[in-house]
């Protein structure tokens, strides 16, 4: 019995090893037609790769993704297939966002040396489907949101 608990101890301590995705991420249509990726502005958050990535390729991993060649600090958003000061495009696969497609944005960075990370589900639609002034968001339950409450996350957003 203690032996059994024991074990679940260690496992539930190594599950903490790896910090949940959090709904760091939001996307949005900008004024020209182009698609944003916004990154909560949680303090102290050094985003190190960020990617996009067609959910449903059968013929391999098609994505744009960017690794950071800077320090510190978050870019708070990225235009999709736009190069970006102090970042490195390492994969360019996926130039476009296409109907039908289920894409998924994706972050990776730390607060104080310790992971945190975040995702977003999307589709073109969804984009489509956004107010003046929306965005969409979400880990798993996406939906449109003010883009200013996604610009005032809570605390426990930002708890890696």
């Known amino acids: 019995m203690f032996l059994l608990g024991g074990v679940v101890l260690v496992l539930s301590g190594l599950a903490a090893c790896t910090p949940a995705e959090k709904s760091l991420l ?7 037609g182009a698609t944003r990726v916004l990154i909560a502005p949680c303090p102290g958050y ?23 060649e800077l320090n510190s600090g978050s870019p708070g ?24 497609g289920k894409y998924v944005a994706t972050v990776s960075g730390s607060i104080n040396s310790r992971g945190l ?5 999307f589709t073109v639609a969804d984009l489509e489907h956004l ?3 929306q965005v969409f ?5 996406g939906r449109a949101m003010d883009r200013e409450d996604f610009m005032h996350p809570s605390r426990e957003l930002c708890k890696p």
């Open 137 to 141: 968001s979400g880990n798993g339950d």
């Open 117 to 121: 990370s975040g995702r977003v589900a």
């Open 46 to 68: 050094d985003a190190d790769d960020l990617s996009v990535f067609l959910d449903e390729d059968s013929q391999g991993l098609r994505s744009w993704a960017l690794t950071s």
């Open 131 to 133: 107010g003046k002034g």
């Open 77 to 100: 958003q990225v235009e999709l297939f736009k190069p970006l000061e102090g970042w490195k495009v390492y994969d360019s696969t996926l130039t476009e966002l296409r109907t039908p």
């Open 26 to 32: 939001a996307v949005e249509r900008a004024d020209n």
